[in-house]
């Protein structure tokens, strides 16, 4: 999802992809996709002749099914394997990228209640804090190579056609809507819009090195956003979902669901990055409509 709508941005983009075929056509006119397969090797040297920025965002599904131990390793290698081939491959060839921007996630923070996250803040505990750190540092290993790396640490991602929220909008649509367990977990919520700007501003931005939280600048938490949510489609949110129900209908995941980040978007301020959906209301009214993207800078 990600992905396509950052393709859309690029100049003569190149797509690395299991599927090349199915890539292109997904991901629409002008994009170059070559085949890869991560557990393999490392991608083809071809792919990066005069490539200038690598943005890096494979990784297996986390929200979709239960974490089994099968499902558990995929996320774990499809990040923590797939990054370390990719680098190796980067080192590897004659003239390197200039930049490597690779997607990490708020995960890294843990379960912090109220504290406020910024970049500086230290790693938390838990199966997403533990894949997050270690993919983060097969990323990092591209900087002795000389290559600037950012890790883009993505919230909850909303957009009007697929991630997060196609998940959350049935029940609302119907009426029975309502917040996760007491409600008072803090969401690291932002728009599709403003993910493809940031991504392209730490591609841009030769200040930026490390982590950048991508994440809406006001935090709120799933009591608010459950509101904002139903305002925005007209509905009552009045149904809350108890933790037991959510622990029988998703195992160990509901942990993260049920995870409170009040992440901050510290260097996404300190750098002056403008971004287009600063509300909530702005973001989800702009999904439900079905909002057209449009990428500042």
């Known amino acids: 999802m990600v992905g396509r709508d950052l393709c859309a941005h690029l100049e003569q983009p190149v797509v690395l992809s299991r599927e090349p075929a199915q890539a292109e056509r997904r991901l629409g006119k002008g994009v170059q996709a070559v085949a890869w397969q991560p557990e393999s090797g490392p991608p083809p040297a071809a792919a990066f002749d005069a490539v200038d920025t690598v943005f890096h965002l494979a990784g297996e599904p986390v929200a979709e099914g239960r974490w089994t131990t099968e499902k558990k390793r995929r996320i774990r290698d499809s990040r923590v394997l797939g990054t370390r081939q990719l680098v190796a491959g980067l080192a590897a060839l004659p003239a390197l990228p200039r930049v490597l921007v690779c997607a990490s996630a708020v995960g ?60 959350m909008l049935p029940p609302f649509k119907l009426g029975l809507g309502g917040k996760l367990g007491n409600g008072r977990q803090w969401m690291p919520w932002v728009h599709l819009t403003d993910v493809v700007g940031l991504l392209l501003h730490a591609a841009r931005d ?38 037991l129900a959510l622990r029988a209908a998703f195992g160990e995941l509901s942990e993260a669901l049920l995870a409170s980040q009040r992440v901050i978007a510290g260097v996404a301020s300190e750098t002056h990055y403008t971004f287009r959906h600063a509300r909530l209301g702005s973001a989800l009214q702009a999904c439900v409509q079905g909002g057209t993207l449009a990428v500042p800078g």
């Open 206 to 243: 030769e200040r930026l090195r490390g982590p950048m939280n991508v994440v809406g600048p006001q935090p709120v938490d799933n009591a608010e956003f459950t509101r904002e949510l139903g305002r925005a489609l007209g509905r009552p949110a009045l149904f809350p979902v108890p933790r």
């Open 108 to 167: 890294y923070y843990g379960d912090r209640a109220d504290e406020e996250l910024l970049e500086s803040s230290s790693r938390g505990s838990g199966f997403l804090a533990d894949v997050t750190d270690a993919w983060e540092a097969e990323a990092r290993a591209a900087e002795r190579y000389g290559v600037r790396v950012v890790l883009a640490r993505l919230g909850i991602v909303l957009a009007p056609d697929g991630g997060a929220l196609a998940r």
